[in-house]
Every structure is written in C-alpha cells, then in structure tokens.
C-alpha cells in the first residue's frame, strides 16, 4: 500500500506520517528528513542543497528523485510505504509517481502556519523563509492536490488546532481520522494489521 500525507509546512504531516507508518508498519519516507541528511555531506551539489534549505528555495528535482529511489531500495516493510514531502509539483511526478492508494491532505490555514512554525524554531523556520515555503506551496504543490483530487483519491483532513485541545489531543484527533479512512482502505486490500496496530 502506498500512501502520501501532504499539507503545508507545519501542518503535522511528518507526525502523522510517522504515526501511520508505524501503526501499519510501512516505510517512511520523508524527502524533508532526506535532503536535510543529504545536505549534511561534504560535496559540491549537497552544498547547493544546503543554500535551497536556507532559502526555502525547492531542492533540484532530480537530486530529490535519486534520493528517494535510493531510500525506496533499502524498503525494510513488504506492506508498503508512507511519503510525505513528495510530489511537491506537478512536475516532480515525471522523476517518480507512486501509485499511491490514498492521499491525506492536510489542512491548515497560512495564518496558523505561520504562528506553527515561529513556535518550532527549525534553522529554516525564519519568517521570510517560511513566507517563501508558503508561496512555492501555493503556487507547485496545490495543483499536485487538485491532480489526486481528480484521481479520487484526495481526502481532506482538518489539520487546524482544535479549540480547547492541548496539542496531543490535536495530534489524537486527527490520527483518528485518518484511522478511520484507512480502515476501509485495509479492509478492501485485505491488510492484515499487527499487535502493535492496537492503540
Ligand atoms: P519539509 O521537511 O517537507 O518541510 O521540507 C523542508 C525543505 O526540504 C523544503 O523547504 C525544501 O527545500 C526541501 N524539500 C523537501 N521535499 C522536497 C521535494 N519533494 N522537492 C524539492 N525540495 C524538497
């Protein structure tokens, strides 16, 4: 099974993912965490990938695709995998596209992005660098949305902070949901869930 979580920087798509991926015990695959870890090596072209972090600029396709193909041949679960991070155009689908069963879209509104973020203090969490993630978001990564949506397989999650809710509980909520969709999902495939499926 191939799922993807997609939503705005800030939006908990790398939480849900990792919750998700260890319910079902699938690969997870973050090209966040991948070129961060990339960019960390003594090379000229993990160099450039460090400026396009700093700039939250979007990192060359190609090296994203690599680095995802790479990370799919070390596959440590026959059941599948989850990504999140990937397709952040269109355009990347032309490297690699997943046949993805599902597609969580995360939502949240720019305003509580913006506020998410400045709490998290990451390196490229500075205001005009997450101002950029924003407008790249609008502009390459929403029409991936619109694409899945035509495909039938986009469903929305309400990913905004609930009011009254402490952050876990927020984090519970909408794992919830998505168990809920998932569910559905496993039972047409015939996914046989493990001991540690039971939360
Ligand atoms: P994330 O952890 O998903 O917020 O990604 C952090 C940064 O990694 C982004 O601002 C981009 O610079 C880079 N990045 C992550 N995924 C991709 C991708 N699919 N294509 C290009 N750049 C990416």
Redo the contacts with the bound molecule.
């Keep these: 099974m191939e799922i993807l979580i997609v939503g705005p920087?800030g939006s908990g798509?790398?939480t849900q993912a990792k919750l998700l991926a260890k319910k079902f015990n699938f690969q997870f695959i973050?090209?966040?965490?991948?070129?961060?870890e990339f960019a960390t090596q003594d090379s000229q072209e993990a160099q450039s990938v460090k400026q396009?972090?700093e700039q939250?600029?979007?990192?060359?396709?190609r090296i994203?695709a690599e680095l995802i193909r790479k990370k799919l041949a070390r596959n440590d679960s026959q059941r599948g995998f989850v990504m999140?991070?990937?397709?952040?155009?269109v355009d990347?689908l032309k490297y690699i596209s997943p046949n993805f069963d599902k597609v969580f879209y995360l939502e949240v509104s720019d305003e509580e992005v913006v506020k998410r973020l400045l709490d998290r203090k990451r390196a490229?969490d500075q205001p005009e660098v997450i101002r950029q993630?924003l407008r790249?978001y609008h502009t390459f990564t929403e029409p991936v949305l619109k694409f899945y949506e035509k495909l039938g397989k986009l469903i929305r999650i309400n990913a905004s902070q609930l009011s009254g809710m402490t952050d876990e509980q927020s984090i519970q909520e909408i794992a919830n949901e998505i168990d809920k969709q998932m569910e559905s999902l496993v039972n047409n495939k015939g996914v046989n869930l493990g001991a540690s499926a039971k939360r």
């Design positions: 920087q798509k790398t973050s090209t966040g965490d991948l070129v961060r396009a972090l939250g600029e979007l990192v060359n396709d994203v999140e991070g990937f397709p952040r155009s990347q490229d993630r790249l």
